[in-house]
């Protein structure tokens, strides 16, 4: 009798300590077996972005630059130019949206002109893509930041990490004129046109 009662015993303790064991399993996954895998991200990576076309407008040298709006972002006190998640700042354009440049601004060596105009994302994460033409003649264009980017072709490339990313940096242009960015990201494509003037 005694053997019978101390092999009942440990037949009772393995069966207890096994619940044990699968409760503490399952209070470490309260979905019992199923583990949730990793999103997969959906991006589009900046070979995909270069392969959309340009729409820039064209206008003639006399016609009058069309000019984009600007807009509020509610969480920053800057406000932006055109209605993309992210655009330049649209205080450095001065209150008719022209981006003044002078001697000063001009560099020998690749003879284009260079002015401060920092960039802000509101409410996007992603690659984007930003071409920049002149638009009412012969012209080039384009954009460069201090701490972010690359180039891809004609354009610059930067990944938005934070919805509310600062990005500062520069135009460059090579003379007054109409100009225009196309700004392509993974959820929109947006075209801004401003003025450049010589002073």
């Given at each position: 009798m ?24 399952l209070?470490?996954?309260?979905e ?7 999103p ?7 070979q995909?972005l ?33 209605n ?6 649209a ?9 003044q ?12 002109y ?7 994302s509101?409410?996007y ?10 638009i ?15 180039a891809i072709g004609e ?6 990490t ?6 500062p ?15 392509d ?15």
């Open positions: 005694p053997k019978i009662f101390l092999l009942t015993g440990i037949v009772l303790t393995i069966v207890i300590a096994c619940t044990q064991a699968g409760r503490r399993g209070d470490a996954n309260p019992g077996s199923r583990i949730s895998a990793p997969v991200s959906s991006a589009m990576n900046f995909e270069q392969k959309r076309p340009l729409r820039l407008p064209s206008i003639m040298t006399d016609e009058e630059c069309p000019v984009s709006p600007s807009r509020d972002d509610e969480r920053s006190s800057d406000q932006v130019l055109g993309a998640p992210i655009g330049p700042v205080i450095y354009f001065g209150k008719n949206r022209v981006l440049v002078d001697q000063k601004n001009f560099n020998d060596n690749d003879k284009m260079e002015k401060k105009v920092p960039w802000m509101t409410e994460r992603g690659p984007i893509l930003i071409r920049t033409e002149r009412d003649g012969r012209g080039d264009g384009g954009v460069k930041f201090q701490w972010h980017g690359r354009g610059i490339g930067v990944e938005v934070s919805e509310q990313m600062a990005l940096g520069s135009t460059r242009i090579t003379g007054p004129g109409c100009y225009a960015y196309q700004i990201g993974t959820s929109f494509s947006e075209v801004i046109v401003f003025r450049v003037e010589l002073t």
